[in-house]
């Protein structure tokens, strides 16, 4: 498989995952429920990567100040960083909320994204949705190599 089919195969997972109306579930991973990172683990666990293990979780303190405790998953070994001007469907977009990275989605071209946020499902939206361009943190490209 070439690393365009790998992209091309998330996108295709990733639209499945919309048309069921998979529901937001914190921290989940599957079919059943996930959140915006656990989208791309169940994913990727479909496409045969990372069966048994989930992608490191880290904590990020943020909250106009306060202290809350973020779970995310850091695919940070597992992607190289591109630039936003060399996004292609499958990579991801990593958006940051008051400088700290918390949220993810997969890029699918045409300026759209799948993504799945809080108190709702997988679902496509527009990076051009100013709420979200003005969030855009980093993109990244999973690398296959560092997946087996």
């Known amino acids: ?21 998979v529901p ?5 991973a ?10 791309l683990v169940g994913i990727l666990q479909e496409m045969g990567f990372l069966h048994g293990y989930t992608l490191p979780v880290y904590e990020r303190r943020w909250d106009r100040g306060k202290d809350k405790t973020i779970l995310t998953r850091n695919f940070s070994p597992y ?10 469907p499958g990579d991801v977009i990593i958006f940051a909320f008051a400088g700290v990275d918390i ?9 759209l994204f799948i993504h799945c946020y809080q108190d ?4 496509i939206d ?23």
């Open 1 to 21: 498989m070439t690393n365009k089919e790998f992209r091309d195969k998330i996108v295709e997972i990733a639209h499945v995952w919309v048309e069921l109306k």
């Open 79 to 88: 992607c190289t960083e591109i630039n936003m001007d060399e996004i292609e």
């Open 120 to 123: 709702s499902q997988v679902k």
């Open 103 to 111: 949220h993810s989605g997969i890029f699918i071209g045409r300026n």
């Open 126 to 148: 527009t990076i051009m949705n100013s709420s979200w361009t003005a969030r855009i943190s980093r993109v990244v490209r999973f690398d296959m190599e560092k997946l087996v």
């Open 24 to 28: 937001y579930s914190h921290r989940g």
């Open 30 to 39: 599957n079919r059943k429920g996930c959140d915006c990172s656990g989208l």
